[in-house]
T-cell receptor
Framework: DAKTTQPPSMDCAEGRAANLPCNHSTISGNEYVYWYRQIHSQGPQYIIHGLKNNETNEMASLIITEDRKSSTLILPHATLRDTAVYYCIGRTGADGLTFGKGTHLIIQP | DSGVTQTPKHLITATGQRVTLRCSPRSGDLSVYWYQQSLDQGLQFLIQYYNGEERAKGNILERFSAQQFPDLHSELNLSSLELGDSALYFC???????????????FGEGSRLTVL
């Protein structure tokens, strides 16, 4: 799995868009970028993943740069319930996921 | 609700003892993963099973073992427990497409083990 770098923590005001960056400069061509989040001591929750193109689902949008060295997860209208640790993971088709330390996103009222 | 069920939710035991954690994957998922999360180590991948066979092994201690049964539920056995084994243990399951895990893992709520 590619090494990923994320800021340890971020704040965002409730109702605003939360933009979480991730650097993955060593990602290989067949590695997908996955995002998960973990709300305090609960099981991690899958959010979204992508390879080259930008992706959007009901939870978030994923913007991947053209060179694929970085990506941004966007929560369009953050709520207090979005306070969690967000993990960015580079993964090939091989099984298993390696979680790093992630970004602790705190949504402020 | 992810559809993955883990029991027990909480377990307190003493050093040297042995415990078994149980996981029922989502209906139809053939692949089961076990993770350990302690305060100082983060989420650590332990082991993966696919349709009853061991598929991948991570940082799993020799004192720990796992298996997946024909009905696809899995058990993680922890023996000769030490204080440092106190942690949250998560099970996850995923679908398999074209022989490869999809990367969309569905996690249970975990089993919190406390070793005194």
């Amino acid at each position: 799995d590619a090494k990923t770098t994320q800021p340890p923590s971020m704040d965002c005001a409730e109702g605003r868009a939360a933009n979480l960056p991730c650097n993955h400069s060593t990602i290989s061509g067949n590695e997908y970028v996955y995002w998960y989040r973990q709300i305090h001591s609960q099981g991690p929750q899958y959010i979204i993943h992508g390879l080259k193109n930008n992706e959007t689902n009901e939870m978030a949008s994923l913007i991947i740069t053209e060179d694929r060295k970085s990506s941004t997860l966007i929560l369009p209208h953050a709520t207090l319930r979005d306070t969690a640790v967000y993990y960015c993971i580079g993964r090939t088709g091989a099984d298993g996921l390696t979680f790093g330390k992630g970004t602790h996103l705190i949504i402020q009222p | 609700d992810s559809g993955v069920t883990q029991t027990p939710k909480h377990l307190i035991t003493a050093t040297g003892q042995r415990v078994t954690l149980r996981c029922s994957p989502r209906s139809g998922d053939l692949s089961v993963y076990w993770y350990q999360q302690s305060l100082d180590q983060g989420l650590q991948f332990l082991i993966q099973y696919y349709n009853g066979e061991e598929r991948a092994k991570g940082n799993i201690l020799e004192r720990f073992s796992a298996q997946q049964f024909p009905d696809l539920h899995s058990e993680l056995n922890l023996s000769s427990l030490e204080l440092g084994d106190s942690a949250l243990y998560f099970c996850a399951s995923s679908a398999i497409r074209q022989g490869v895990g999809t990367g969309e893992l569905f996690f249970g709520e975990g089993s919190r083990l406390t070793v005194l």
